[in-house]
Structures are given as structure tokens and as C-alpha cells.
């Protein structure tokens, strides 16, 4: 049996590299990236962590360290870091047919077809190529598993002596007992943190004891997730590749709004332009949804001001992915939870009962037929494409507003060079 070798490539500071990749007046000053809002701190660099700056601290309280040491701030420009994320994992399908997607800055490939190459110089040269074509400096785990990649990539953040390219096929049985008995239980990847309390009454404290545990007992008490988890820090590969995601169950999209929302008027649009994008996110993986649900909440902080939030739910009488017909049930849906004299913070759709689009049957009692059908994808599939290529709300529809005061504050948005042509960098 053929051993498997998996790589991990993790962007490092994805979304502050993202910005210093257009930017190079920032590339050397202490740079964060805010939440939502401009309300947190969600992504930060090595420099500003120095100053003593965390994720997930609220922008405000440390307006004192931002401006004493000229801290570079940004909006979060998502358009911007998707687009560079796709572009991360373009680089990475050169090196393997077999990638997963992890997440936005992590992707797995698999290298068991190259045994007998220098794995350590393949990382190398795929963090190279990387940064060459797309500015994003990355790291690079490799394993026979994918749970042993992850703790690899974790050891890189610690030992800048690696390089950011750590083999952990080439350890001695000690070495990787060492790096083992150094990852903390509860940074086992799969492992949370219910399972970690409970690992941690038994005795069973870093990765090694888990790894050295009796099989049937994990088995017993960490079902068969846990057996796998068990498998892989022992070197022997269960948990496979995702090549291609399966289709989401539920889509939701959801926002708190730069400016609290006092009018129907305005929770109108609000819904209709969430619906609008959770439709479109139905219609990327070719699918329909026979259930909205749309809900809404006052701000929870103000606690002075009078509470209230609700949802209310409806079943389509057929699946669709049609936003205009999304729009109809959207906003049945809200007219009966909105109540006057509240100033909601939150507001947001969810769609259930999705199912592929292949499987969509004409209705009962002719309300829809087949022919309508296709003439309302023709006409989504034209709105994506053009919206695709000159960028979001290129072409909307009038429900969801044209000056939207309500949405989300970005006082600090980068350009979106990558997806606006009137974005677009400028070299002179």
C-alpha cells in the first residue's frame, strides 16, 4: 500500500498580506484589518502584535498604540480577499490535481505521487511560486496525514528557523514524539473543546497521549471521529481529501448595519439586498430553495433602548433561485414580524430545504412551468456573469435600494483592485 503525503499551504496574515500585496508603502509598518463595521480587529501582523495588539479587540480602545506607532488600518475588503485566495489556490492546482479548498488562506494537496523527490525543496518551490505570482507569502506543511499538517503548520508560526517549509516526513520517531508532546490537546485539529475537558479529566493532555491511548477507549468515548483523529497523529491517512465541496444545506446571509435601521422602508431593502446575495450564492452551486426564513434584532448593547427581534419562516410552494420570487417571500416574511418604534441593528435571510437544480419538477397546478423556469435562469445567469465580471451590483434590482445608508460602515476599504475596473491600480 502506497503512503500518502499531504501538504498544508497556509497564507500567513491572509488578509494583511492581501493589502501590503498592492500597497508597499505598508509592507514594513504594523498593519490590522477590522471586522464588520470597522469594530474589531480580525487579522494583524507580526509588528502589531508586538505593540500588544490581539484579535478580536474592540478598534476603539486602542486608538492610543494606533496612532503613537502609526499602525496601518484597514476596512475588511472581502472582494479583494477572495479574489486573491482564488488566485492563492490557481498557484496550488499546479502542483497537484488533488487540492481541497480549506478555507480562504489554508488549502491541502496531495503529493503521494512525488515519494521520492526532495519534499522539503517542493515546499520551497511552492512557496516561492506563490508569492512570485500572487504577492502572498505563505507556509508549508507536509505529513502523511492531514491532522499531522496541521500541527506542523502550528510548529512554523513558532520556529522562524524552518523557513516556513517544515517536512514532518523526514523526523525521527523521536523528533516527532518532541513535536507531539508539545501541541496542547486542545490544538488537536478535531478536537473541541467538550472533547478536550473531557480528554483532559482521563489524563490525556497533548497529542502524544492521545495518539498513545488505547483505541477501543477513544473509540468508546470519541466515536469514530476520534479514532480517525487517533489514526492520523499515528501517521496513517483517514481523513480524505474534499475535492469538490459538497452543496451547502443552508445558506444565510447576514449583516449588522453601519447605521441602526428605523423605518419599513429601510429593513425593506435591507432584506431585499441580503436576499439578493443569498440567492446568489444558491445559484453558484446550482441549486434551489423551498425555505426562507428572515429575521431581525435591536441592538443587545444598548440596553437603555427597548428590545425586541423575531424571524418568521415560510415554505415556498416550489423551490426557486429566482430572486424576485425570494423577494416576494422575503418580504411576507418581514412585513409580519416588523414592529414600529425600534431601531434594529441586525436583520438577515436564511434559505432551507435546498436541493440540486436537475431535480426541480414543474408544479403541480401549473403555477410554474418548465418553460418559465429556464427563461428566469437565463435571466439570473446573464445578471451573475455581467455582475461577475464589472463586479457586485453591477446590474440590482430597485428593491434593495439605491443609496442604502443602512449598510455596512468601511470607513478605511482599500480599493478593490482585482474585481472594479474603476478600481484598478494606477501606475504612473
Request: aromatic share 10%.
Amino acid at each position: 500500500m502506497s503512503k500518502h503525503v499531504y501538504a498544508l499551504v497556509d497564507c500567513a496574515s491572509f488578509y494583511v498580506s492581501c493589502e501590503r500585496a498592492f500597497s508597499a508603502a505598508v509592507r514594513n509598518r504594523p498593519t490590522i484589518v477590522l471586522s464588520n463595521n470597522d469594530g474589531c480587529i480580525v487579522a494583524l501582523d507580526s509588528l502589531a502584535k508586538k505593540l500588544g495588539l490581539k484579535r478580536g479587540q474592540p478598534f476603539f480602545k486602542h486608538q492610543d498604540i494606533i496612532q503613537k506607532h502609526g499602525v496601518q488600518v484597514f476596512s475588511s475588503n472581502y472582494s479583494l480577499y477572495q479574489e486573491m485566495s482564488a488566485r492563492v489556490m490557481n498557484v496550488l492546482a499546479g502542483f497537484s490535481p488533488r487540492l481541497e479548498v480549506y478555507s480562504i488562506d489554508e488549502g491541502f494537496l496531495e503529493l503521494s505521487d512525488l515519494p521520492g523527490e526532495d519534499l522539503t525543496g517542493v515546499g520551497r518551490t511552492i512557496k516561492a511560486r506563490v508569492l512570485q505570482y500572487t504577492g502572498i507569502p505563505v507556509r508549508v506543511a507536509i505529513a502523511p496525514s492531514k491532522c499531522l499538517t496541521k500541527i506542523g503548520c502550528e510548529r512554523l508560526k513558532d520556529e522562524p528557523q524552518y523557513g516556513d517549509v517544515l517536512d514532518l516526513t523526514a523526523f525521527t520517531p523521536q523528533q516527532l514524539d518532541a513535536a507531539l508532546a508539545h501541541v496542547a490537546i486542545e490544538n488537536v485539529w478535531g478536537i473541541g473543546p467538550k472533547y478536550a475537558r473531557f480528554l483532559r479529566n482521563y489524563g490525556v493532555m497533548t497529542a502524544r497521549d492521545l495518539r498513545d491511548a488505547d483505541e477501543r477507549w477513544i473509540r468508546k468515548h470519541l466515536t469514530v471521529v476520534g479514532a480517525r483523529i487517533q489514526a492520523e497523529l499515528r501517521g496513517t491517512a483517514c481523513i480524505p481529501l474534499e475535492i469538490s465541496r459538497p452543496p451547502k444545506q443552508n445558506i444565510i446571509c447576514s449583516k449588522s448595519f453601519g447605521k441602526e435601521i428605523t423605518s419599513r422602508e429601510a429593513m425593506e431593502e435591507a432584506v431585499c439586498t441580503y436576499t439578493a446575495r443569498a440567492a446568489e450564492k444558491l445559484r453558484e452551486q446550482d441549486s434551489v430553495a423551498a425555505r426562507i426564513t428572515v429575521f431581525l434584532r435591536t441592538n443587545a448593547f444598548h440596553e437603555d433602548a427597548p428590545q425586541y427581534s423575531n424571524s418568521f419562516t415560510i415554505d415556498l410552494p416550489y423551490p426557486s433561485a429566482f430572486t424576485p420570487e425570494l423577494f416576494k417571500y422575503a418580504l411576507k416574511g418581514l412585513r409580519a414580524i416588523y414592529q414600529d418604534n425600534f431601531s434594529y441593528k441586525k436583520a438577515g435571510v436564511e434559505l432551507n430545504r435546498i436541493t440540486p437544480l436537475p431535480v426541480v419538477q414543474p408544479d403541480l397546478f401549473g403555477e410554474v412551468s418548465l418553460p418559465e423556469h429556464y427563461c428566469q435562469s437565463r435571466l439570473m445567469a446573464i445578471v451573475d456573469a455581467l455582475n461577475h465580471i464589472f463586479g457586485r451590483d453591477t446590474l440590482f434590482f430597485g428593491a434593495q435600494g439605491i443609496t442604502r445608508d443602512w449598510r455596512m460602515r468601511q470607513t478605511m476599504l482599500s480599493p478593490r483592485f482585482t474585481t472594479r475596473w474603476d478600481e484598478l491600480a494606477l501606475v504612473t
